[in-house]
């Protein structure tokens, strides 16, 4: 069956460090793969997206994530984190007319 | 102009009423969605409309009915509102059904509290 999957359902990280969200996905061939952003009280904004091409994509506010497919993994990741990134994270994977979404991880940060 | 809007932001009810939640996009998206989103951020599909015709339709109490129409909106009625029905309603669009354009934009939400 279709999954993804988000380990962790929080993560803390201090100002100015760096951060990575895990996803893992489970689809029969290459899904289309999506991480979008929700902070409080808000609908979801997408960061960045992955069909095909450069494993490595760029996204807004300064996000990136690396397609692995030996790993299943789709993990986003930004070199410095800043307080207004504290949200929900959700890591989603499209291959038909449905999109799945994960449990989110939800994100804090501390000065 | 906000791309996707939906009305009411919030809604307070009593259990066994009736209530609809609306949903227009602005963006010339050929497809709309319902998702729930539980108390602790898990969202689920419920509904998808496809130029008005419905594309998906989730394991979801028969009282819960979409309606699109035309393309530009897709509403939710609520009969006989449970408990359970308490959530955030998050309606989506996105230019294609499916595919790398699948990518939704979303409104900001509707929550609805059923007492």
């Known amino acids: 069956a279709q999954s993804v999957t988000q380990p962790d359902i929080h993560i803390t990280v201090s100002e100015g460090a760096s951060l990575e969200l895990r996803c893992n996905y489970s689809?029969?061939?290459?899904?289309?793969l999506f991480w979008y952003v929700q902070s409080p009280g808000q609908g979801l904004q997408l960061l960045l997206k992955?069909?095909?091409?450069?494993?490595l994509v760029q996204g807004i506010k300064g996000f990136e994530a690396e397609f692995k497919r030996s790993q299943s993994s789709f993990n986003l990741r930004k070199p410095s984190v800043h307080w207004s990134d504290a949200a929900e994270y959700f890591c989603a994977g499209g291959g038909g007319f449905k999109t799945i979404f994960g449990a989110g991880t939800r994100l804090f940060v501390k000065a | 102009d906000t791309a996707v809007s939906q009305t009411p932001k919030y809604l307070v009810t009593q259990m066994g009423n009736d209530k609809s939640i609306k949903c227009e996009q602005n963006l010339g998206h050929d497809t709309m969605y319902w998702y729930k989103q539980d108390s602790k951020k898990f969202l689920k599909i419920m509904f998808s409309?496809?130029?008005?015709?419905?594309?998906i339709n989730e394991t979801v109490p028969n009282r819960f009915s979409p309606k699109s129409p035309d393309k530009a909106h897709l509403n939710l009625h609520i009969n006989s509102l449970e408990l359970g029905d308490s959530a955030v309603y998050f309606c989506?669009?996105?230019?294609?059904?499916?595919?790398?354009?699948?990518?939704?934009?979303f409104g900001p939400g509707t929550r609805l509290t059923v007492l």
């Open positions: 689809y029969g061939a290459t899904p289309y």
């Open positions: 992955y069909f095909s091409g450069d494993t």
């Open positions: 989506a669009s996105s230019q294609e059904a499916g595919g790398a354009y699948n990518e939704q934009f």
């Open positions: 409309y496809n130029n008005k015709e419905l594309i």
